[in-house]
Antibody, heavy 119, light 113 residues
Framework: QVQVVQSGAEVKKPGASVKVSCKAS????????FSWVRQAPGQGLEWMGW????????LYAQKFQDRVTLTTDTSTGTAYMELRSLRSDDTAVYYC????????????WGQGTLVTVSS | DIVLTQSPDSLAVSLGERATINCKSS????????????LAWYQQKPGQPPKLLIY???SRESGVPERFSASGSGTHFTLTISSLQAEDVASYYC?????????FGQGTKLEIK
């Protein structure tokens, strides 16, 4: 069965960077892409970007374009999201989610990673 | 960028009654290759990640109860729960995957009346 497991909670200071991992299993990794979505405390879902595990092609929300990098490691079946120059308003739960077939939505979600930015 | 606006922001419905959530897109999200709208609906319960309910605006994901249905065309879309169950208490989000950024609506919080 498909599983998506994210790395643990992080506490960072303003200006630092964070790299969240998302390990997938139970299927052929390169056949699907991953979306990254964040959710600030008590707020809605915010789409950050998407990466193809097949060829590394990426799409980014313009809001994050200059600060986020999505990558994958096909040898380990892991996707990564790095966010730089962290601010207090980056405090959120960050989710990775594997595509449904045909990129018609996000079907398999990780459990979420809480990133807290505080001085 | 495509903006999705959901209504209402919150909704209280009695058990067994119908719940309807709306999602309006700022522009067309029609996929010209298959004439389907690139819209998904998700359910999110507190402390959990979202769960995909619907894709292509009206196709129910495997395992989703039949009381969940969705429809729509053009720029107006609807998610309907035909007979509300206690376990349906959650927030619901629409998302378009027509063009990046794949924006979400702001969410609708569904409660029991």
């Amino acid at each position: 069965q498909v599983q998506v497991v994210q790395s643990g909670a992080e506490v960072k200071k303003p200006g630092a960077s964070v790299k969240v991992s998302c390990k997938a299993s139970g299927y052929t990794f390169v056949n699907y892409g991953f979306s990254w979505v964040r959710q600030a405390p008590g707020q809605g879902l915010e789409w950050m970007g998407w990466i193809s595990a097949y060829n590394g092609n990426t799409l980014y929300a313009q809001k994050f374009q200059d600060r986020v990098t999505l990558t994958t490691d096909t040898s380990t079946g892991t996707a990564y999201m790095e966010l730089r120059s962290l601010r207090s308003d980056d405090t959120a739960v960050y989710y990775c989610a594997r595509d449904r077939v045909g990129r018609t939505g996000a079907l398999y979600w990780g459990q979420g990673t809480l990133v807290t930015v505080s001085s | 960028d495509i903006v999705l606006t959901q209504s209402p922001d919150s909704l209280a419905v009695s058990l067994g009654e119908r719940a309807t959530i709306n999602c309006k897109s700022s522009q067309t999200i029609l996929n010209s290759s298959n004439n389907k709208n690139s819209l998904a609906w998700y359910q999110q319960k507190p402390g959990q990640p979202p769960k995909l309910l619907i894709y292509w605006a009206s196709s129910r994901e495997s395992g989703v109860p039949e009381r969940f249905s969705a429809s729509g065309s053009g720029t107006h879309f609807t998610l309907t729960i035909s007979s509300l169950q206690a376990e349906d208490v959650a927030s619901y989000y629409c998302q378009q995957y027509h063009s990046a950024p794949h924006s979400f609506g702001q969410g609708t919080k569904l409660e029991i009346k």
